[in-house]
């Protein structure tokens, strides 16, 4: 749903609000009508809002001890508490922001920097395309989650450095996407006549091209925000994640040592983990086969 | 063939010294002292510091360093461990071995696992049940493996009480012969069974395009024409013609296992390369890290470049294009 909205950009004419707001409307109505569609939405939805609202709902501060450590769910803690006495249940709920955080800014930096050189490579050609799709093979070669501990071994795991290397990992599948759209595009008989009209190169490149080759960009950027979460999931998980921020993967590390007489510690946050990563793949799926119904129950190149 | 090997070849190595090269510029780029940069967080003695001076030429220019680097890894030094106090590659040789038996371990699971999903959502005509298999692989694709691992511990081994809940064997064994593979099967059990419901579902998509693809081929209505069944259709004509593309994901996938062994060793604590590289970054031991790092995408562009061949020769249509 955010996804659709960036379509249309927002102005300050009155017409191209009203015109924004009426395709924006047909594009809800259209994911709703698709199954996958309609509850990655719901589900999205749930989650920006526990996010949004997190103080409000969550019984405790996050890093308050005042329970008793390990103690199984109960009325007072839904989902138990850890081995420092802290509420998971309030723990799930404050995680929820760092992982859309993450999400969401991950996809954002992968479209921004992969869109660019994908665009680059697949209008201009020659050495400009061989020497970038190169270099997005280069960050291809080793998986994802090796690319993320090695930066944050060598740089460390604040937020932004964390945001960085996992942006670092997966704009290439986002530089290949865009680089087969405008490979597909350039030859079409729109393009050419903008070139007869003598529009500049960058009019061509960003007003032209770039409204036809969005919308398997924008199933992309939700499959990417899903790989995103899970990766930093997966470095929380080892411990490794901002030591600073509360994560769902977090609680995981700590679980990992008392596996044998809490499962309460793994069961939630990892559940939470496999909700937000569902909803984005169905919000994905669904957004998939509206852009292209042939295309329905195609999953995306998933790989943390 | 040759001129296709050659070409390979010929894309294969620049990428292999680009890897390397940007891995020395991430080094480059820590701020603060070169040797420890290399080092990691521990206190060197002046003597170390001017043997890794000398042997990485770290007071000459960057790209007489990455010169030097790569004449060292040809020697087979891929650094030293401060932590451990061994050769990098003594600890990559002796941990290596257990990650490759987990991934085929993880295979053997795996691929059969794939194969008959893969199937059966390709070959249905129900579209309830193609449906249901989508959806799953859906959802299995969004279960973190590391996760996955916790429950099975959890419900396998902590609550049944079936299997160990970690470790590679018992601390001593007098197995011999079968019961000590029997032993080993048993630890090995359940971190092959998370890496199949992670790569499982994978062999499964690309199966079922595959086969969807197989099915509408002309030979099969010819087989259909001849009368032959549907299960003899399927095994004859289906399985072999479409078992192509899943050789070479499932190659990839062997290159790539590294990436998953690092979660899934965590969880089992498997001694592997992957579990060795999460001890060194805690440890901040930067000239291990970087040494395995290399050794993957080593291992990684060779084993590509392996599969790639063998597609090659068994597809004609690939080599000649």
């Not at chain 1, 020659?126 to 501990?149: D, K």
């Not at chain 2, 990650?99 to 295979?107: D, S």
């Not at chain 2, 609550?159 to 001593?172: A, C, D, I, N, R």
Request: charged fraction near 10%; proline fraction near 5%; charge should be neutral.
């Amino acid at each position: 749903m955010n996804g659709m909205a960036t379509l249309e950009p927002p102005s300050a004419d009155p017409g191209l609000l009203v015109r924004a707001w009426r395709y924006l409307r047909a594009a809800i109505g259209n994911l709703a009508h698709t199954r996958h569609g309609a509850v990655g939405c719901v589900i999205l939805l749930l989650l920006a809002f526990v996010a949004v609202f997190a103080p409000s709902i969550a019984p405790y501060a996050p890093l308050q001890q005042a329970q008793a450590s390990l103690a199984p769910p109960s009325l007072e803690n839904f989902f138990g508490t850890d081995n420092l006495g802290r509420d998971i249940f309030s723990l799930v709920i404050y995680g929820t922001r760092t992982s859309l955080a993450i999400g969401l800014g991950a996809a954002f930096g992968a479209l921004i920097l992969g869109g660019t050189v994908g665009m680059l490579a697949g209008y201009f050609r020659g050495a400009v395309e061989s020497i970038l799709m190169r270099v997005a093979e280069l960050f291809q070669t080793l998986p994802v989650i090796v690319v993320v501990l090695l930066t944050v071994a060598l740089f460390g795991s604040s937020f932004w450095l964390l945001l960085a290397a996992v942006v670092l990992a997966i704009w290439p599948v986002e530089a290949r996407l865009v680089y087969s759209q405008y490979i597909k595009l350039r030859g079409m008989d729109f393009v050419a006549a903008a070139k007869v009209a003598d529009l500049s190169t960058a009019h061509i490149m960003l007003r032209e091209i770039l409204p036809s080759a969005i919308p398997p960009v924008i199933v992309q950027v939700a499959l990417d925000a899903s790989v995103a979460i899970l990766i930093e999931a997966g470095l929380g998980f080892l411990g490794l994640s901002d030591p600073n921020m509360v994560s769902w993967g977090q609680i995981l590390h700590v679980a990992q040592d008392y596996m044998t007489v809490a499962w309460w510690t793994s069961l939630f946050p990892g559940a939470a983990i496999c909700l937000a990563v569902v909803g984005l793949n169905l919000f994905a799926d669904g957004l998939s086969e509206i852009a292209d119904p042939r295309l329905a129950g195609r999953m995306g190149g998933l790989q943390p | 063939m040759l001129r296709f090997v050659f070409f390979r070849l010929l894309h294969a190595i620049p990428l292999l010294i680009a890897v390397v090269f940007v891995i020395l510029l991430m080094l480059q780029l820590i701020p603060g002292d070169p040797v420890q940069a290399m080092v990691g967080d521990f206190p060197v003695s002046p003597d170390f510091r001017a043997a890794i001076t000398k042997q990485y030429h770290l007071d000459d220019p960057f790209l007489v360093r990455v010169y030097s680097y790569f004449v060292n890894l040809l020697h087979g030094d891929f650094g030293y461990s401060y932590q451990f106090q061994r050769p990098v590659l003594d600890l990559i040789v002796e941990t290596a071995p257990r990650t490759i038996v987990l991934t085929l371990a993880g295979f053997l699971v795996a691929i059969p696992l794939g194969v008959a999903i893969g199937v059966i959502s390709g070959t249905t005509r129900n579209k309830r049940v193609d449906r249901f298999w989508t959806s799953a692989t859906l959802i299995a694709y969004a279960i973190p493996t590391f996760w996955f691992g916790q429950l099975l511990v959890l419900v396998l081994a902590v609550h049944f009480g079936w299997f160990p809940t970690q470790g590679m064997g018992p601390l001593v064994s007098r197995a011999h012969g079968l019961s000590w593979l029997l032993e080993r099967a048993h630890y090995i059990a359940l971190p092959a069974l998370a890496f199949a419901a992670y790569e499982g579902p994978r062999f499964a998509r690309i199966m079922r395009v595959s086969v969807t693809d197989t099915l509408g081929q002309g030979y099969i209505i010819t087989a259909r024409a001849k009368g032959l069944t549907r299960w003899a259709i399927i095994r004859g004509h289906v399985l072999r013609n479409s078992s192509l593309p899943l050789v070479t994901v499932v190659g990839y996938a062997l290159g790539s296992a590294l990436g998953g062994a690092v979660l899934l060793e965590t969880v089992f604590t498997w001694p592997g390369l992957g579990l060795l590289l999460v001890q060194a970054v805690r440890v901040r031991d930067n000239m291990t890290v970087v040494g395995i790092v290399i050794f993957a995408a080593l291992a990684i562009i060779v084993i590509n470049l392996l599969v790639d061949l063998l597609y090659a020769a068994l597809d004609p249509r690939i080599r000649n294009s």
